[in-house]
T-cell receptor
Framework: DAGITQSPRYKITETGRQVTLMCHQTWSHSYMFWYRQDLGHGLRLIYYSAAADITDKGEVPDGYVVSRSKTENFPLTLESATRSQTSVYFC???????????FGSGTRLTVV | SQQGEEDPQALSIQEGENATMNCSYKTSINNLQWYRQNSGRGLVHLILIRSNEREKHSGRLRVTLDTSKKSSSLLITASRAADTASYFCATDSNDYKLSFGAGTTVTVRA
């Protein structure tokens, strides 16, 4: 079972470029989330979505855009990448509020 | 800002020993969850304890929750090398998104 998949696994991009990180889940979970993980900061929420066409900002949304036209996909776009956005990005989903999350394997993004 | 904070930041134990880590949080919660992250991988959900529960077990894991002290503990009994990982607590506070702590790194020595 595929579960939740993120792509690409690794990405190097240049400052100022637009880059999109993909997240796809196969369970029709209602809720989806994007977190970034940096040393010393743990996981910080970027954006989340309660259902298709419903998205909301998390703790650190600046410089990021999301969309959710289909329940199973939740792409994260960095409109103009900066070095401070070098991080490991995790997508997660949950079926219902109050459930545990299922995480993807992460995308390691380096902005040079 | 992080809701949960784990203590200690790092823990090194011998195989077969027990490992205990603690989590403190600031606001009222619906539930508290623990996750494990192996190096270079995503987080894996271990156990969820609801605010009206005091203790929960799952295999070699034992979680306690004290809502009056706003704290939780995770005990791993009879540790194995495969338990080497980072462990995170996460709080669910009425708004369906989790807030994670910075994690405890556990190293189990053979």
């Amino acid at each position: 079972d595929a579960g939740i998949t993120q792509s690409p696994r690794y990405k190097i991009t240049e400052t100022g470029r637009q880059v999109t990180l993909m997240c796809h889940q196969t369970w029709s979970h209602s809720y989806m989330f994007w977190y970034r993980q940096d040393l010393g900061h743990g996981l910080r929420l970027i954006y989340y979505s309660a259902a298709a066409d419903i998205t909301d900002k998390g703790e650190v949304p600046d410089g990021y855009v999301v969309s959710r036209s289909k329940t199973e996909n939740f792409p994260l776009t960095l409109e103009s990448a900066t070095r401070s956005q070098t991080s490991v990005y995790f997508c997660a989903s949950r079926l219902l509020s109050g459930d545990g999350y299922t995480f993807g394997s992460g995308t390691r993004l380096t902005v040079v | 800002s992080q809701q949960g904070e784990e203590d200690p930041q790092a823990l090194s134990i011998q195989e077969g020993e027990n490992a205990t880590m603690n989590c403190s949080y600031k606001t009222s919660i619906n539930n508290l969850q623990w996750y494990r992250q192996n190096s270079g991988r995503g987080l894996v959900h271990l156990i969820l304890i609801r605010s009206n529960e005091r203790e929960k077990h799952s295999g070699r894991l034992r979680v306690t929750l004290d809502t009056s002290k706003k704290s939780s503990s995770l005990l791993i009994t009879a540790s194995r090398a495969a338990d080497t990982a980072s462990y995170f607590c996460a709080t669910d506070s009425n708004d369906y998104k989790l807030s994670f702590g910075a994690g405890t790194t556990v190293t189990v020595r053979a």
